[in-house]
């Protein structure tokens, strides 16, 4: 069990130390850089998180020599403040404490903003900045060579104030699992049956509720993602060294071809001009060359889509600028009420209209775009320059392909599709189970698999080098693994005057003792 930690709170209002004054500015600057690091992770419930988390903590201690590495757990905080939102956690029967748990969370989220969990964890990382002055006898904050690792972030807005407290200091790790595995994983460690297993994963994944889990929505933000398909040692090992060796330039690690294509279909996506959503798609070979790319906006006479020009007629520009998917949408609702209006009494067609609109079959609907989506732009471009190439190749997309993508792929002999964003209203899977799949091992039809890798908005930062940084006098430059910082600088300079900001959020919340009082809070460190 984690020891427990009891100690005063003080404001935090102490400045940096830096440089003596006879330093240069650059020198001077250069002195409040710090290496420490904030890792969160995210992933659907059965994925192997916790495991992923003493990964690194085992790792960035041991190999890479950092002085701390903890293990902050979000669900600590649910436990711990649960008696203020009046829920009560059983410490026996496992279904029943997870639901209590996921309740808990979400009243908490209610009652003090859904930011609140990584609020309390923001204060506990702060809290512990300030040990470490104290113990180092300064009145000045001084760079650590520490690690949090954060496990596990739930939904988007506790991510959003991790990126907006700690910016380029912080990684988001995605860690996914097969759901055949994950509910294999859940049944095993909880012993539950398959209708408690299935319960849980629906409310993890996304829940009405705007308080509620969104791992769905949060996931795809994350800045790496590893799909561990098989509960190996070995798997997860490799998986977060090359991690680390990438944030932190111990290695010369260069793309894999699943990162320069994916990174390609999130630099197509930037193309579109569509209202709705910006998709991206790059189609390759059996061996992951790229052959082509596309994006989702309107075609033009003459093949291709229209871009940027005096004859852009896409829908911004086009009808006053307005989704014309949406519209008809809205007209369908509009008819279908005024037929049935012998049965619907004239005071409740409105709501019966505004109820149909609302819908999540109607607002799936697809058919009335203007635009070609990605997947069928990155097709058709593969099929006029690589022919027969296509046939046995693999895309990459930055959204979950939709049923009617889906029966293109299939048609064009596609294999594999790597996806980032999940996609809820597709009906792939249920309209064309018979020649598609999410399984990793069914090779007779088209595998449609969470993507692996570096994500697209990390790929220049992660692994674009300063010309001549990694040599010197023509040799390789190799850093002490012990030695090595982060390849992004970051500085304390006003770290904690943001972390300060949350504290004192957290204190008009009545969620941390003033001046003067003690509280208890676990921890997990080594």
Known sequence: ?????????????????????????????????????????????????????????????????YDK????????FIGHHADVVQVEIPANDSFQRITAQIDAGNLLREKFGPSILAELAVEKIRFEREEFKIENGSLNYAPRRICHIIDSVKNKEELALLKLVYRDMLYVVGVFSPLSVRENNIAQRHRLGGGDVHTLIDRDSGEESKAGQTVSDTF??????????????SETIKRVERFLHLILGTKVITPTSAESAMYAAAMASANSGCLSRQVGAAVTDAN???????????P????????????????????????????????????????LKEIIPPDARENARNLLRKSGKLGGLIEFS??????????????????????????????YPCHSCAR?????????????????????????????????????????LAYDGVAPTKFLSLFRVAANSRK???????????????RIEKSLESLPSREAIVVASLMEKNLLPQDGQNEQTPSTAT
């Open 300 to 339: 033009k006479f003459g093949g291709g889509l229209y871009l940027e020009g005096n004859d852009d007629s896409r829908c911004w520009n086009h009808g006053g600028g307005k989704c014309f998917n949406d519209d008809e949408k809205q007209l369908f609702a509009n008819e279908l009420v005024d037929a």
């Open 472 to 486: 010197a006098s023509g040799r390789l430059i190799k850093v002490p693994l012990n030695e090595a910082m982060p």
């Open 288 to 298: 992951e060359h790229v052959l082509s790319i596309g994006w989702n906006d309107v």
């Open 1 to 65: 069990m984690p020891t427990p930690r009891v100690q005063k709170r003080t404001k935090p209002a102490s400045p940096l130390a830096v440089a003596p004054s006879k330093a240069s500015t650059s020198e001077r600057i250069a002195s409040t850089h710090t290496e420490e690091l904030v890792i969160a992770l995210c992933g659907p419930i059965g994925s192997p998180l916790h495991s992923v988390a003493e990964e690194i903590q085992r790792m960035i201690k041991g190999t890479f020599g």
């Open 370 to 399: 203007r635009a070609i989506h990605a997947e069928m732009h990155a097709i058709l471009g593969a099929g006029r320059i690589a022919g027969d190439k296509l046939v046995g190749g693999k895309i990459f997309v930055t959204t």
């Open 408 to 448: 293109h792929i299939i048609a064009a002999g596609i294999t594999e599709v790597y996806y980032i964003e999940p996609y809820r209203k597709s009906l792939a899977i249920k309209l064309h189970g018979d020649a598609i799949s999410e399984l990793e091992l069914d090779s007779k039809k088209v595998r449609v």
């Open 220 to 233: 795809p933000q994350s800045d790496f993602f590893l799909r561990i398909d098989k509960a190996t040692d």
């Open 69 to 76: 590495a903890e293990i902050i757990r979000l669900s600590d």
